[in-house]
């Protein structure tokens, strides 16, 4: 129990001295002795927090960037009013900066037997698992002069997961998917394209997909028309060791990877063909396999919410096996990692050939928009100077990019903003020329 403000007021200004020379001991009686009747009563009258029951419901995920609603039900099986402050605590990171006390502070009264629900909203700025820390009460009595104080342990798990920013460009891919489907006008064909079925020539189409067999048998001239296969086998492979963590604009290389891979992951889950996710460094941080189509983007959404970079090397030779594990059968690999020259050249490259002679390799990785900012740069000496160290770094990237093509390897190296729509673009124009 505590004095509140207003209390400890008044037993200041009681404790004065009435006259001006001598301390007068009968009005400091007079007083505070109805001070401290008045309190005692309070304090009898103020509701017991420790009685109080407290149960959590709503929102368990949301994505980064946007809300979840906590409902938070104070139930009061005492005979007395309560009438509380009271206090929600989250992570720091549950808010933005700023916003915590208007959004975790509430007052609430509640009515003997009875309950009352409030709602803490929250709206994260980083993924990965917030969990509600205690529920801190304070009681007080109808004159507000004293109060109760207690905290209450009430489990809350919310996980934020990853914004997906590009999934603004799936009806375009898919738009693309289609065509190259043959659901279009648009028909095309590619070495490892499968049959779809037979149409009337048309003036234009090639005259290799004639099927004279069919036309023999009809009175029009008829020809094949192709699909890109379906069914293939895809793997994404997240490098989360020491360059995912760099930052590029406002988040980390492995944010934008990751929002690549996603985009990929529902494209080509539309496709027909079967996705799969490992996260590594020194070890599995990440696995999804064998997901039906219609569950893969959400186990991979989940799985990632949690993944944070590693500040190790990653080791490129146990990121090889395992990939190799995980992808028995020939299939697509998507390795998005960096094209930092060092990790490349003395941990990918000696493995690349184990990869490579099995299936077909795409690596995808984030450029810098702020380097080629610099390479234009000109004005002063200073920026003359920066352009130049701009010019060099992306000459060692390509370097890098063009040692990768040698093996055989699909290079895509774009920025943050534009990195998935481009992995999607290579996808399916890999897709057409029947190499997956």
């Known amino acids: 129990m505590a004095l509140t ?12 001295p009435v006259g001006i020379w001598e301390p007068s001991w009968t009005g400091i009686l007079a007083v505070n002795a109805p001070l401290a009747l008045a309190c005692a009563c309070d304090a009898a009258l103020a509701a017991p927090v420790r009685r ?54 509430h007052r609430l009264t509640v009515p003997a037997g009875e309950r009352r629900r409030l709602t803490t909203r929250l709206r994260p700025t980083r993924r990965g ?8 009460i304070r009681s007080y009595g109808p004159l507000g002069l004293f109060s109760r104080q207690g905290s209450h342990k009430v489990p809350w798990t919310v996980r934020v997961l990853p914004p997906f920013t590009s999934r603004k460009h799936l ?14 006008s648009v028909l095309t064909r590619g070495e490892g394209t499968e049959f779809d079925s037979l149409r009337e020539y048309v003036p234009g189409d090639d005259t290799r997909s004639i099927d004279w067999r069919a036309t023999a048998r009809q009175t029009t001239v008829a020809v094949r028309t192709w699909r890109p296969e379906r069914d293939r086998h895809i793997l994404l492979v997240l490098d989360t060791g ?13 944010d934008a ?27 599995v ?29 990653t080791d490129a030779r146990g990121l090889t096996a395992t990939a190799l594990r995980t992808a028995p059968r020939r299939s697509l690999i998507v390795l998005l990692t960096s094209l930092d020259a060092a990790p490349v050249e003395e941990g990918l490259l000696p493995v690349l050939p184990l990869l490579t002679q099995r299936h077909t390799v795409l690596v995808a990785s984030v450029a810098d928009p702020h380097i080629a900012r610099m390479a234009t740069a000109r004005g002063n000496t200073e920026a003359v100077y920066e352009a ?45 020329a029947g190499r997956l």
């Open 5 to 16: 403000g207003r209390a400890a007021l008044l037993a200041a200004l009681g404790a004065l």
């Open 52 to 105: 109080l029951g407290l149960t959590r419901s709503g929102d368990t995920s949301a994505r980064l960037g946007e809300t979840a609603d906590i409902t938070l039900t104070v139930t009061n099986p005492s005979s007395r009013p309560l009438r509380a402050h009271l206090r929600d605590a989250w992570p720091p990171s549950s808010w933005e900066p700023g916003t915590e006390i208007a959004a975790s502070r």
């Open 129 to 136: 698992d917030r969990q509600a820390d205690r529920v801190t």
């Open 171 to 184: 009806p375009s891919k898919l738009a693309r998917l289609r065509e190259l489907d043959g659901r279009t």
């Open 242 to 254: 020491r360059t995912s963590a760099g930052r590029v604009g406002d988040a980390p290389r492995l």
């Open 257 to 283: 990877s990751m929002d690549a891979a996603l985009l990929l992951a529902a494209l080509a889950s539309r496709a027909g063909d079967r996705v799969d996710l490992l996260a590594y460094d020194r070890r």
């Open 285 to 313: 941080r990440a696995l999804v396999q064998g997901r039906a189509a219609g569950e893969v983007l959400p186990s991979l959404v989940n799985a990632m919410a949690t993944l944070e970079p590693e500040l190790v090397e």
């Open 388 to 432: 130049a160290a701009a010019a060099q770094a992306q000459t060692e990237r390509h370097r890098t990019a063009e040692q990768l093509q040698r093996h055989g390897v699909t290079v895509v190296d774009a920025t943050p903003d534009e990195l998935a729509p481009v992995l999607a673009d290579a996808y399916l124009a890999l897709k057409a």
